[in-house]
């Protein structure tokens, strides 16, 4: 039996059934998300100190880009089948596919360089501005100073650092996923090789220096853990890629199958690509709200 209302519209609708099924499923979509944005604000409105500076806008900006221009191919790719253009089809459905893996691997690297950067936070004051002064020398500890109070629009002008608001940043050597202060105490090791980030003081390449564990508060990589914000920046990111993968999955069945389904059934196949432009549209609007309150505000 043929199911109907595949390729003409239904009568009470307008619509044809998937078109009509789609929308329902991205009304849902705009709660679920609409419930995230709306967590982000009540808990940045209630937050003391909110940081400013913690990802790349270089790489956030260039991921933008990256979804926009995926947009336009995936409404060429259903222009070309409704003008029978069928090579035309999947030149721009390979090139939406591109895009979507490449937004991927760029949010990969995101991913890795945070959980392998890391804030230390000292037992002391005195501590503190000891290993900054080791790290970065007298004039890089004040440089390092102005941009912690700028990151966390700190009004603490003490010259001391207080622990709770300045860390040293950087690296442990070989670059451990996630290591905390209670499995460097498991494995038995009493001190870490730390290489300060270059970008935060005035020498363009700090040396690593020994900080035996004693001296040590706190140990945190930027992962969901570290911050209310880090536990955002995943929490979004991580659905929205989720949706991006689940897209790009579809469009590469739609690339695959697409001879079977030109020769069975041309219009009801172009109209599982716009089906399938729509949902991508949606992916692409989310991230155009979620770059600018998480990068750059």
């Known amino acids: 039996m043929e199911i109907p ?50 990802l790349s806008i270089p790489i956030g900006t260039f991921n933008t880009f990256v979804l926009i221009f995926s947009s336009v191919t995936i409404v060429m ?28 691997g760029v949010k990969s690297y995101e991913y890795y360089v945070k959980f392998t950067h890391y804030d230390l936070w000292f037992k002391d004051d005195a501590t503190a501005q000891k290993y900054f002064v080791a790290a970065y020398g007298e004039k890089g500890e004040a440089d390092v ?25 950087g690296h442990i050597e070989g670059n451990p996923l996630c290591t905390t202060l209670k499995r460097l105490a498991k494995e038995k090791q009493d001190k870490i090789l730390f290489t300060p980030d270059p970008k935060f003081g005035s020498h363009d390449h700090p040396k690593a220096i020994e900080i035996p564990l004693s001296d040590v508060k706190r140990l945190s990589a930027y992962v969901p853990a570290h911050s209310t914000f880090f536990a955002i920046y995943f929490t979004i990111t991580a659905l929205h890629g989720l949706h991006v993968l689940g897209g ?46 998480i990068y750059l505000l």
């Open 5 to 54: 209302y595949t390729v003409k519209p239904r009568p009470d609708t307008g619509l044809y059934n998937a078109k009509l099924g789609i929308w329902l499923f991205l009304a849902s979509e705009v709660m679920l998300f609409g419930g995230l944005f709306s967590a982000y604000i009540l808990l940045r409105v209630g937050a003391d100190l909110w940081p400013h500076g913690m």
């Open 77 to 104: 790719s259903w222009a070309s089948l409704k003008l029978g253009k069928l090579a035309d089809f999947k030149l721009y459905m390979a090139l939406t596919i591109a895009c979507a893996f490449g937004f991927l």
């Open 145 to 169: 100073r102005k941009h912690f109070v700028e990151r966390f629009h700190l009004q603490n002008t003490k010259a001391t650092y207080d622990p709770h608001e300045v860390q040293l940043v």
């Open 248 to 293: 790009a999955l579809v469009l590469c069945y739609f690339l695959f199958t697409a001879d079977k389904w030109w020769k069975k059934a041309p219009e009801q196949f172009a109209n599982r690509i716009e089906v399938g432009g729509l949902f991508w549209h949606f992916v692409d609007l989310v991230w155009i709200f979620l770059f600018p309150i």
